[in-house]
C-alpha cells in the first residue's frame, strides 16, 4: 500500500510462525533489492504475519525432524532461506503492480459462520467478527485485493494430516 510517499508493505505467510531474525533478514535483503532498482522507491513498513497454520512446513523447528521427540529440529534452512527470497519477489511484485486504488473497510459480525471454525480450549474465546479491506480499481470497480483478518487457532483439519495445506485459509480464500 502506497499513500504518497509512505509505502506499507503487508506479508502474509501459511506458515506455524516466522522469527524476527528471518524477518529482519527479509527487511535487509529486500532494502539491498530496491536499492538496485530505485524506480520502485523504498518500503517504509514491512509486515510480516504468519497464520500459524499447523500444516505447512516447520518454520521455527518445534516438531523435530521426523520423530515423535523432537531433539533435532524440523527447521529446513534451505526452505527458510526460499521463503524469505519468495517474499522479496513478492513485495517487488506487488511494488512493480501498484496502482490506484479505494479502499473501503467493513467488519463482518458472524462472517465465519459455516467454516467449521470453533475454540477447543479454555477459555473458549472466539472472535467471529471478520475486518475486512477491500482495495478496487477506482474506475472500473474492478476488486485489486482483499484482505481479512480472521483471528482464530489454524487447526482445523485432523490432527494425523500428513499433507501440506493451508488449512480453513483455503476454504476462506
Do not use: C, K
Amino acid at each position: 500500500l502506497r499513500r504518497g510517499t509512505l509505502t506499507l508493505g503487508l506479508v502474509s505467510l501459511d506458515i506455524v510462525g516466522i522469527f524476527q531474525t528471518d524477518i529482519e533478514l527479509i527487511r535487509r535483503d529486500l532494502s539491498a533489492a530496491l536499492e538496485r532498482r530505485p524506480a520502485l522507491g523504498i518500503v517504509d513498513h514491512l509486515l510480516i504475519a504468519a497464520t500459524h497454520n499447523h500444516e505447512g512446513p516447520d518454520s521455527i523447528g518445534q516438531y523435530g525432524a521426523g520423530s515423535d521427540l523432537p531433539i533435532r529440529s524440523g527447521r529446513d534452512l534451505r526452505w527458510m532461506a526460499r521463503l524469505r527470497a519468495q517474499v522479496i519477489r513478492g513485495v517487488i511484485e506487488s511494488l512493480e503492480a501498484l496502482r490506484p486504488a479505494r479502499a473501503e473497510s467493513a467488519i463482518i459480525q458472524g462472517g465465519i459462520e459455516g467454516l467449521g471454525m470453533s475454540d477447543s480450549r479454555t477459555p473458549y474465546i472466539f472472535d467471529d467478527n471478520l475486518p475486512v479491506l477491500r482495495l478496487s480499481d477506482p474506475r472500473s470497480g474492478e476488486v485489486i485485493a482483499t484482505l481479512l483478518s480472521v483471528a482464530n487457532h489454524a487447526e482445523f483439519l485432523w490432527s494425523q494430516n500428513p499433507y501440506l495445506s493451508a488449512d480453513y485459509f483455503h476454504f476462506l480464500r
